[in-house]
C-alpha cells in the first residue's frame, strides 16, 4: 500500500478563510485536499497528514514559535511516520509576512533546505526511497482579517511559482504550481475555500498517478 506524506501549513492542515479575529475552523477529513487526493487515488493508498498552520519553509516564529519551523518539523515528521513512498512540499506562505522581512532569495533558501532534508542519504534509505512533489503554494491577496500580517505578500509571493519550479527542475523532483489551478480566497487572501481544496485535491492526485 503506497503512503502519501503531506507536509504544509494551515492549507494543508485545512484552515478555512479567516473572517473574524480569533475565528479557527477546520475542513472535515472529506473536504481538505490531502483527503480528496487520497479518496480520488482509491483505497490503495494510505494517508499521512502533516500541515501546522503557521508553518515556515525555515523560520522560528517570534509570536506563534521557534516549532513553526519546516526545517525541524520535517526532520520530526519523517522520523515519526514511515516508510512513505511520495512527500509532497507546500510552504512558503507564512515566510510572505510583513515581520520576517523576507526576499524571494530567502524563501528559496528555505525550500532548498526543505529539499535537503526529504533528500537525505539517510533519511531515504530508512523509508526505502519516496519520491518528492514541491508545490507553489498559489499568490496571496491582501485583504481582510490578515492584511497587516501579509502586509507586501502579494508582490513576493507572485514571484515564487518560478522559483520553486527552477529549483525543482534543478534538485531533480516534481514540480506542480497550485496557482494554475485555484486562487486563495476572497474573504482573507490566504486560505482556500472548500471549491479550491476539492479543485487542487484532485489535481494533484492526477499528478501523482503520473509520478507513481
Wanted: aromatic residues 8%; glycine residues 10%.
Amino acid at each position: 500500500m503506497p503512503t502519501l506524506l503531506t507536509f504544509g501549513d494551515s492549507n494543508t492542515h485545512g484552515t478555512r478563510p479567516i473572517a473574524r479575529q480569533g475565528d479557527y475552523q477546520r475542513l472535515d477529513d472529506k473536504a481538505r485536499w490531502p483527503c480528496v487526493a487520497k479518496t480520488t487515488l482509491g483505497d490503495a493508498w494510505r494517508l499521512i497528514e502533516e500541515g501546522l498552520p503557521g508553518r515556515t519553509t525555515c523560520f522560528d516564529d517570534p509570536i506563534m514559535g521557534s516549532f513553526m519551523n519546516g526545517w525541524m518539523g520535517l526532520k520530526i515528521a519523517l522520523a515519526s511516520h514511515g516508510p512513505i513512498d511520495l512527500l509532497t512540499l507546500m510552504l512558503g506562505t507564512n515566510d510572505c509576512k510583513a515581520l520576517f522581512g523576507n526576499s524571494t532569495q530567502n524563501i528559496l533558501g528555505g525550500i532548498a533546505g526543505l529539499l535537503s532534508i526529504a533528500q537525505d542519504v539517510e533519511l531515504q534509505d530508512r523509508h526505502g526511497s519516496y519520491k518528492i512533489l514541491l508545490i507553489a503554494p498559489p499568490a496571496i491577496v491582501v485583504t481582510g482579517q490578515l492584511a497587516d500580517s501579509f502586509y507586501g505578500a502579494d508582490r513576493l509571493s507572485e514571484q515564487l511559482a518560478d522559483l520553486y519550479s527552477e529549483i525543482a527542475n534543478h534538485r531533480g523532483v516534481e514540480f506542480f504550481d497550485a496557482g494554475e489551478v485555484i486562487k486563495t480566497s476572497p474573504v482573507d487572501g490566504v486560505h482556500f475555500e472548500d471549491e479550491a481544496h476539492e479543485l487542487l485535491g484532485k489535481a494533484l492526485a492526477r499528478k501523482i498517478k503520473i509520478i507513481m
